[in-house]
């Protein structure tokens, strides 16, 4: 007969949300145990950390920077006086860097799951039962079944890639972000469907590697989520010096697999219908809640229509004691709000009262050039009917940015028009993903542009950009 072992704290998914939940528990005093299915898909072996640092964050950026510098030296060290003979790829080299990155920090999860106490099961965890004394939770591993209790349960399974109606997702021809990490050969014709953040990046991995890259999203806008001036800056970065073909409002009806290549039938925006073959094809049309296999029903909690789970401001479900973080639960699917809301749960489940303000949450998408906002966009502030002033500032103003070359975008700052705090600070350009972290601080203290004025800023450096913006708010810029 197995034993049924019993904790304080059981969190199902070690993803950036879930093992730092586990963690936080433990620091905090409780017993926690941390599930997690996931296999390394070359070994099958237990590899922690998720999505994120499994076929996600941490591969892709990994990638981009390969991509970058492969960009450079064909294109850039020239202007530099450094000339560089007979350039070589190797793709292979190139995902054993991405794989060991990605390696060293999922085995670092396990080192600090010990260096916190934290119990790590291998498997697939689903409510069994719940009781007086808290939840039975069944998990199904290679060496068979056995039942975890717990007092408190935190349910952070994260997200999958939301398929295509009615086409098989082999990661072969037709892939998903994990197929699109792990190409052996840079594809002559690549195919992305969605002009969302992982399709971008994805994009311009395989684009600065030599691919034909064709883009296709269905809305009729381009980067909807961001602000309206930093989403047409990024519209002609990305179609003109970087050569993506990006097309909008384009409706795609079929996707046919062949043996090497795929047929992908679309009507663009005027109506007129297409057919292109692609030797591999990205779907990257969004994310849906993991939570299918929770066996929710069980112990009766509750699930909407879409699978996510409904959650108050502590990120409490319907059922006492167990909370949902992460991308099963409101709010932007980022791996930073999963984790901050995980330390959030923790807190809460010690006596706590911490808080997780979503509305400071920065969105970053690295591309060349990075973009990065936070709080309000200037057509939400219109909408909204709030009197506003803006400030923005180009880089290529900036010594910092000539320096480096890169030279393009700008830092946009909005503030009330009559009490001056900062609503909103959009920023595309090199190192947008740094950047943004001063307008973070400044939204979470209540800032005034006139604030950030005042502030001394490094020269020359980028974030003098960041300063210049915040004195074109009242007209006042120095230099442009």
Same mark, same amino acid.
């Given at each position: 007969?197995?034993?049924?072992?019993?904790?304080?704290?059981?969190?199902?998914?070690?993803?950036?949300?879930?093992?730092?939940?586990?963690?936080?528990?433990?620091?905090?005093?409780?017993?926690?145990?941390?599930?997690?299915?996931?296999?390394?898909?070359?070994?099958?072996?237990?590899?922690?950390?998720?999505?994120?640092?499994?076929?996600?964050?941490?591969?892709?950026?990994?990638?981009?920077?390969?991509?970058?510098?492969?960009?450079? &030296?064909?294109?850039?060290?020239?202007?530099?006086?450094?000339?560089?003979?007979?350039?070589?790829?190797?793709?292979?080299?190139?995902?054993?860097?991405?794989?060991?990155?990605?390696?060293?920090?999922?085995?670092?999860?396990?080192?600090?799951?010990?260096?916190?106490?934290?119990?790590?099961?291998?498997?697939?965890?689903?409510?069994?039962?719940?009781?007086?004394?808290?939840?039975?939770?069944?998990?199904?591993?290679?060496?068979?079944?056995?039942?975890?209790?717990?007092?408190?349960?935190?349910?952070?399974?994260?997200? &999958?890639?939301?398929?295509?109606?009615?086409?098989?997702?082999?990661?072969?021809?037709?892939?998903?972000?994990?197929?699109?990490?792990?190409?052996?050969?840079?594809?002559?014709?690549?195919?992305?469907?969605?002009?969302?953040?992982?399709?971008?990046?994805?994009?311009?991995?395989?684009?600065?590697?030599?691919?034909?890259?064709?883009?296709?999203?269905?809305?009729?806008?381009?980067?909807?989520?961001?602000?309206?001036?930093?989403?047409?800056?990024?519209?002609?970065?990305?179609?003109?010096?970087?050569?993506?073909?990006?097309?909008?409002?384009?409706?795609?009806?079929?996707?046919?697999?062949?043996?090497?290549?795929?047929? &992908?039938?679309?009507?663009?925006?005027?109506?007129?219908?297409?057919?292109?073959?692609?030797?591999?094809?990205? &779907?990257?049309?969004?994310?849906?809640?993991?939570?299918?296999?929770?066996?929710?029903?069980?112990?009766?909690?509750?699930?909407?229509?879409?699978?996510?789970?409904?959650?108050?401001?502590?990120?409490?479900?319907?059922?006492?004691?167990?909370?949902?973080?992460?991308?099963?639960?409101?709010?932007?699917?980022?791996?930073?709000?999963?984790?901050?809301?995980?330390?959030?749960?923790?807190?809460?489940?010690?006596?706590?009262?911490?808080?997780?303000?979503?509305?400071?949450?920065?969105?970053?998408?690295?591309?060349?050039?990075?973009?990065?906002? $936070?709080?309000?966009?200037?057509?939400?502030?219109?909408?909204?009917?709030?009197?506003?002033?803006?400030?923005?500032?180009?880089?290529?103003?900036?010594?910092?940015?000539?320096?480096?070359?890169?030279?393009?975008?700008? $830092?946009?700052?909005?503030?009330?028009?009559?009490?001056?705090?900062?609503?909103?600070?959009?920023?595309?350009?090199?190192?947008?993903?740094?950047?943004?972290?001063?307008?973070?601080?400044?939204?979470?203290?209540?800032?005034?542009?006139?604030?950030?004025?005042?502030?001394?800023?490094?020269?020359?450096?980028?974030?003098?950009?960041?300063?210049?913006?915040?004195?074109?708010?009242?007209?006042?810029?120095?230099?442009?």
């Amino acid at each position: 007969m197995t034993m049924t072992r019993q904790f304080d704290v059981a969190v199902i998914g070690a993803g950036p949300g879930g093992y730092v939940a586990a963690i936080r528990a433990s620091q905090l005093g409780l017993s926690a145990v941390c599930i997690d299915d996931w296999k390394h898909p070359a070994t099958g072996k237990a590899s922690l950390g998720g999505t994120c640092l499994n076929v996600g964050c941490i591969p892709s950026k990994a990638l981009l920077e390969s991509s970058e510098n492969y960009e450079r &030296v064909l294109h850039k060290f020239g202007e530099h006086g450094i000339g560089v003979k007979d350039v070589t790829l190797d793709v292979g080299i190139m995902q054993a860097r991405k794989d060991k990155i990605v390696g060293d920090f999922t085995n670092g999860i396990g080192y600090l799951f010990k260096k916190n106490k934290v119990t790590s099961v291998h498997g697939h965890g689903r409510f069994a039962a719940s009781g007086p004394n808290g939840y039975s939770i069944e998990v199904a591993g290679d060496a068979g079944t056995e039942t975890i209790a717990a007092k408190y349960v935190v349910i952070a399974t994260g997200s &999958v890639a939301r398929p295509f109606p009615g086409v098989e997702t082999d990661n072969k021809l037709v892939c998903d972000n994990i197929g699109a990490l792990a190409f052996d050969a840079v594809p002559k014709r690549l195919g992305i469907i969605g002009a969302g953040v992982i399709g971008l990046e994805m994009g311009s991995v395989w684009r600065r590697l030599g691919a034909e890259v064709t883009i296709l999203e269905a809305l009729p806008g381009f980067l909807a989520l961001a602000d309206e001036h930093v989403a047409q800056e990024a519209f002609r970065a990305f179609t003109g010096q970087l050569g993506l073909k990006i097309y909008t409002g384009a409706k795609v009806s079929a996707i046919t697999p062949a043996k090497a290549t795929v047929k &992908v039938e679309y009507e663009d925006r005027n109506g007129t219908r297409h057919r292109v073959d692609f030797d591999r094809l990205v &779907v990257a049309i969004g994310r849906i809640p993991n939570t299918a296999g929770l066996n929710a029903e069980a112990v009766g909690l509750k699930l909407d229509g879409r699978g996510y789970l409904d959650v108050d401001a502590q990120c409490r479900t319907n059922l006492p004691n167990v909370f949902a973080i992460g991308d099963v639960v409101r709010g932007p699917m980022l791996a930073h709000k999963s984790s901050e809301e995980g330390v959030a749960v923790a807190e809460t489940i010690a006596g706590q009262s911490p808080h997780v303000n979503l509305d400071t949450v920065p969105w970053v998408i690295y591309t060349s050039p990075e973009i990065a906002w $936070v709080g309000k966009t200037e057509q939400e502030l219109k909408a909204a009917g709030i009197e506003y002033r803006a400030g923005q500032f180009p880089f290529a103003a900036s010594g910092r940015a000539r320096a480096l070359g890169e030279t393009g975008g700008f $830092v946009k700052m909005l503030a009330d028009a009559r009490t001056d705090r900062i609503l909103g600070v959009h920023i595309i350009g090199p190192f947008a993903s740094e950047l943004i972290s001063e307008a973070v601080v400044a939204l979470e203290f209540g800032a005034s542009s006139e604030d950030i004025a005042r502030i001394v800023h490094a020269h020359p450096s980028l974030s003098e950009a960041m300063h210049e913006a915040a004195l074109g708010v009242d007209k006042r810029a120095l230099n442009i």
